[in-house]
């Protein structure tokens, strides 16, 4: 259910917008673009839907599969090909790279978001890939929880 009424103050809230918002864990940058919430007359922030943040965060871990990740061969020392063609990824993966994802979740306008990590780039076809899709899998949490709290999302309520 989403809420009419601000829980701090009691004023109405409004759906609107928040341009931009950012978050970093790790190695893990996200900026968040476009996102719905709810807003009251006194600037305090809510989610569109209490569930939202979780909502995010499954969605998230389901897209994040569509990203492109590196092959790991060997036991003890791990080598990484290109997922796309094969080669060995000889450069490190230091290259910061954002990949642009159009957030669709029930009753909730589209947006998007951004996760930029470091990414190794195939020497050969020049296809950038993710290293851990794993490690990835464990910043998003935080580094979206930092962004809402530097948006001063009121969370909780
Ligand atoms: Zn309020
Ligand atoms: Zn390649």
Same mark, same amino acid.
């Given at each position: ?7 701090? #103050? ?29 807003? #009251?007359?006194?600037?305090?922030? %809510? ?8 909502? %995010? ?27 796309? #063609? ?28 951004? %996760? ?8 050969? #076809? ?6 851990? %899709? ?24």
């Amino acid at each position: 259910m989403a809420r009419s009424h601000c829980p701090l #103050c009691k004023a109405k809230v409004e759906p609107s917008v928040l341009d931009e918002i950012n978050g970093e864990e790790g190695r893990l940058a996200v900026r968040v673009y476009q996102m719905p919430v709810l807003q #009251c007359s006194n600037g305090h922030r %809510l989610f569109s839907h209490p569930d939202f943040p979780l909502l %995010l965060l499954d969605w998230l871990a389901q897209s994040g599969t569509k990203l492109p990740v590196s092959a790991a061969k060997g036991m003890l020392i791990k080598k990484y090909h290109c997922c796309a #063609c094969g080669e060995p990824l000889s450069e490190p993966d230091d290259q910061r790279h954002s990949f642009r994802l159009a957030v669709n979740l029930p009753d909730t306008a589209p947006f998007e978001i951004d %996760l930029t990590m470091p990414v190794h780039r195939c020497p050969k #076809c020049r296809k950038e890939q993710v290293h851990s %899709l794993k490690q990835v899998r464990n910043d998003a949490p935080a580094a979206l929880a930092h962004a809402f709290k530097s948006a001063q999302m009121t969370a909780g309520m």
